[in-house]
């Protein structure tokens, strides 16, 4: 069946460090691919987004790129604030139904 | 800004108690989704809806879970008896049709059963 892998959080960086949070996914087919950011007490809001091999997804300064060689899906930014901080979730689309991963709790110190 | 609502924000019932939640999705969106998101996990799909009609409640635990929307807008959620591993985010969401590449969420329903 179709499922998305994250890596295991939580992540702690500085102020100004680079991120990447890993995001490998199964399915069959062609999935579109997402990433979903959930800040403390509020609902998922979509970061940002990719519908076929290749293409860049991009947002305020986060990118992530579908890699169907590798399937995988990466989210990084090159700089992160402190309000950077929150849950991501990777996210798959095949058909009608929307899959996540377990999240990955980023925590940005000053 | 249109956003998807959800009511209420927060509730604390018994178990064995009933629990209902509310959503209103944006307007002109004709799939919902109803999602249970546990504490420290991703959303899980509990229903999806097109219009007023259940496309998939695959994952809806049928014996004391049900969810309607009689009149194909807004939505409600039902768990009759409450046990403790109801507890849990609810999370409604929306999006123009099925397979569209965008859902939005409403804040969710955080549930904890005593």
């Known amino acids: 069946g179709n499922s998305v892998t994250q890596m295991e959080g939580p992540v702690t960086l500085s102020e100004e460090a680079f991120l990447t949070i890993n995001c490998t996914y199964t399915?069959?087919?062609?999935?579109?691919l997402f990433w979903y950011v959930q800040y403390p007490g509020e609902g998922l809001q979509l970061l940002l987004k990719?519908?076929?091999?290749?293409d860049k997804g991009s947002n305020k300064g986060f990118e992530a790129t579908y890699r169907k060689e590798t399937t995988s899906f990466h989210l990084e930014k090159g700089s992160v604030q402190v309000s950077d901080s929150a849950v991501y979730f990777c996210a798959l689309l095949r058909g009608e139904k929307l899959v996540f991963g377990q999240g990955t709790r980023l925590t940005i110190n000053p | 800004e249109a956003e998807v609502a959800q009511s209420p924000r927060y509730k604390i019932t018994e178990k064995s108690q009933a629990v209902a939640f509310w959503c209103d999705p944006i307007s002109g969106h004709a799939t919902l989704y109803w999602y249970r998101q546990i504490l420290g996990q991703g959303p899980e799909l509990l229903v999806q809806f097109q219009d007023e009609s259940v496309v998939d409640d695959s994952q809806l635990p049928k014996d004391r879970f049900s969810a309607e929307r009689l009149k194909g807008v807004d939505s409600t959620l039902k768990i009759q008896p409450a046990e403790l591993g109801d507890s849990a985010m609810y999370l409604c969401?929306?999006?123009?049709?099925?397979?569209?590449?965008?859902?939005?969420f409403g804040q969710g329903t955080r549930l904890t059963v005593v």
């Open positions: 990719a519908t076929k091999a290749d």
């Open positions: 399915a069959t087919g062609y999935p579109s």
């Open positions: 969401a929306s999006s123009l049709r099925q397979g569209n590449t965008e859902a939005f």
